[in-house]
């Protein structure tokens, strides 16, 4: 969590504040209050988020919130001490980018360790608790209610450059919390389900499960086959089906953070 702190405050410094982009949730009021009086993000963003710290210790309990608060105050301090690398980059765009990488980076090991950065997460966790409010619903809404606010102090076009960082974090938060590694599930419905896995298993050294089933439809029971491979053979996969049935019914899904024999992550 300190490493992903370290990540998110310098990208903020280096990239975000030093072209005067703006960020969604209390990092963005933090950021308009630095643009507007000068106030530091460091000491603005505890000082948010310190009522919260209370109400969420009380309501959410202090398991869910010691890592919270660990990692807020990390991303402070080292706000705190990189304040002194900002240097405006020539190029928006290239700003927004990085600045979207950056963040997403620092902000995506902080989740995937079991931290947040406190703000709007405690607000939509609470909503949620209370009101039965979806918690992406209402991240979103504040989000793009602080980048709308921050529309009349940084102008149009870097409002802009900052939905670009910001969609660009969002999906390098999804990456970096699912992990770099992606393979793909197969489920097989078929009349020749051992004969297609006694193919994967022999030919491609995959294994493969079977499941039983009922056709909605029929009634008839069916067998199901599932198995997991990596994004290269997927081809391979499909050929090998077909050239034993077909008909038979495949659907593919993507899955993250395989573990087990075949998929150990060194």
Request: net charge neutral.
């Amino acid at each position: 969590m300190a490493i992903g702190a370290f990540i998110f405050a310098f990208g903020l410094n280096y990239f975000t504040i030093a072209n005067r982009l703006s960020e969604g949730g209390f990092t963005g009021i933090s950021l308009l209050l630095n643009y507007i009086f000068g106030w530091s993000p460091s000491v603005v963003i505890l000082i948010l988020n310190i009522p919260l710290f209370i109400i969420g210790w009380m309501k959410l309990g202090r398991n869910s919130m010691i890592y919270t608060i660990i990692a807020t105050v990390l991303v402070s301090l080292f706000l705190w001490l990189t304040e002194d690398f900002r240097e405006p980059v020539l190029d928006l765009l290239l700003a927004s980018l990085y600045a979207g990488v950056s963040v997403g980076v620092g902000l995506g090991i902080i989740f995937r360790y079991g931290g947040t950065t406190g703000g709007a997460d405690i607000i939509a966790r609470l909503a949620h608790k209370y009101f039965g409010w979806g918690m992406g619903r209402t991240m979103f809404i504040f989000d793009a209610f602080v980048i709308a606010a921050s529309y009349f102090y940084i102008g149009r076009e870097k409002a802009m450059y900052t939905l670009v960082a910001v969609f660009v974090g969002a999906r390098i938060i999804d990456f970096v919390q699912e992990g770099a590694y992606a393979a793909k599930a197969a489920t097989i419905i078929s009349d020749h389900v051992p004969e297609i896995s006694t193919k994967i298993i022999k030919e491609m050294d995959r294994g493969a499960t079977i499941l039983k089933g009922k056709g909605g439809y029929t009634g008839s029971d069916k067998e199901v086959l599932y198995c997991v491979i990596s994004r290269n053979e997927l081809t391979r996969l499909k050929y090998l089906i077909h050239s034993i049935d077909p008909k038979a019914f495949v659907v593919v899904n993507d899955v993250h953070d395989v573990l087990g024999e075949g998929f150990e992550k060194k």
